[in-house]
């Protein structure tokens, strides 16, 4: 059974998981500043970043593997700061699955079903179980390196899940698998998530990933949270600049606040943001926009405002085709479907007419 969420009404509930400025050295470096981080119960949040961010320092931290150098960490209230991880009410799923290959699938998952709380019977009911809800209940005989590797995460999930924790760690358990098994095996952890209920903290560099199975994204950057969000607030109404480039595709641009407010002077073209209207004149900024925010028209249906643009690149993805442009010194990005490629007769070398929408250029002062 899924937890209740939270109404709105009254106080909110206490979290499951709590970070209270974690913070982790090795020797002078820092790898984590003053981390906060509260995650409801039954939430799955995601760690994003890229490498060396210190998103897979902090899962660490919070399993007890490697204990922070300073803050603490409270799990349904308790302080597990300083406990083991035999001694934290979690269940953890590693990048190599970490399974035993001479055990078979069913003594894997079944390992830690120990002691008084596990006895025989309900232990080998608690395997059937697992083995069913993961669909590997025919596979149960087989040793892991008879299984793919899809069927292998499958198993260490299964085997994390076991002991029924109260918190499962992921650390990017779908990074050695193929791309489009990859697919369908998240949103697999995600239903299975959901039906159980179980509060979940996945590792990912995979924005992807990341955004379509999370409740809510932690953005990570040299050690410290850029942004905490939904996937939709992460993606349309980024923090800073670091997150508009790095969560989702965008064209960049380098512009200066000019007169009347929101006209930015980007080179030779002036555009017109309504983030920039705040703004002082001649504020240096960013400017981001998502590819599928660019409008594309034949040059002799060119709109009002729009800038003269040369394809310089196509790729066809399927469903949508990528167009990459350029209008000197800006280089854009648009995605358009097939057939509206066709129409516009974009091959590489022509020459388009793109339109960059006021109301979506996210606009940041440049601080650099």
């Keep these: 059974m899924l937890p209740e969420r939270y ?4 106080p909110p509930p206490a979290p499951h998981l709590e ?13 984590l500043h003053r981390i906060n981080l509260a995650v409801q119960a039954g939430e799955l949040v995601t ?63 079944s390992y830690g079903l120990r002691g008084p709380a596990w006895p025989k019977v309900r232990a080998r009911e608690r395997t059937a179980e697992l083995l069913a809800l993961v669909g590997l209940a025919d596979q149960a005989a087989k040793h892991p390196g008879a299984l793919s590797g899809g069927q292998q995460q499958r198993v260490a999930l299964a085997r994390a899940l076991a002991r ?41 560099h995979d924005q992807e990933e990341a955004l379509g199975i999370s409740d809510r994204v932690v953005v990570m950057s040299r050690g410290r949270i850029a942004q905490v969000g939904t996937p939709a607030e992460i993606y349309d109404s980024p923090a800073d600049p670091f997150v508009a480039g790095f969560v989702g595709r965008a064209s960049r641009i380098e512009a200066v606040v000019d007169s009347p407010p929101g006209m930015l002077q980007a080179g030779p ?13 001649g504020t240096r900024v960013l400017c981001f926009l998502r590819p599928e925010h660019l409008r594309l028209h034949k040059r002799d249906a060119a709109p009002a405002g729009s800038l003269p643009a040369m394809v310089t690149g196509v790729e066809f993805l399927g469903p949508i085709c990528r167009i990459a442009l350029e209008a000197r010194p800006l280089r ?19 020459t388009l007419a ?15």
């Design 7 to 10: 109404s709105g009404y009254g």
């Design 19 to 31: 970070l209270r400025d974690i913070g982790k050295q090795f020797g002078s470096f820092v790898a």
């Design 47 to 109: 760690l994003l970043g890229p490498s060396g961010c210190g998103k897979t320092t902090l899962l660490r931290a919070i399993a007890g593997l490697d204990p922070p150098s300073s803050g603490r960490i409270l799990m349904a209230g308790r302080d597990v700061t300083e406990l083991p991880p035999a001694a934290r009410d979690i269940g953890i799923v590693f990048q190599s699955y970490a399974l035993f290959p001479n055990l078979t699938v069913a003594q894997n998952v």
């Design 164 to 204: 029924e924790p109260g918190l499962l760690l992921l650390d990017e358990p779908l990074s050695a698998i193929d791309p489009l098994v990859r697919d369908h095996l998240r949103q697999e952890i995600r239903s299975l998530q959901q039906r159980l209920g179980v509060t979940t903290l996945l590792v990912t």
């Design 269 to 281: 073209h002036r555009l017109m943001a309504e983030a920039a209207r705040p703004l002082l004149f």
């Design 332 to 350: 854009l990005l648009a995605t358009v479907t097939p057939e509206v490629l066709a129409s516009l007769e974009a091959q590489p070398g022509a």
């Design 354 to 368: 793109a339109s960059l929408p006021a109301e979506h250029l996210m606009v940041f002062p440049d601080e650099i």
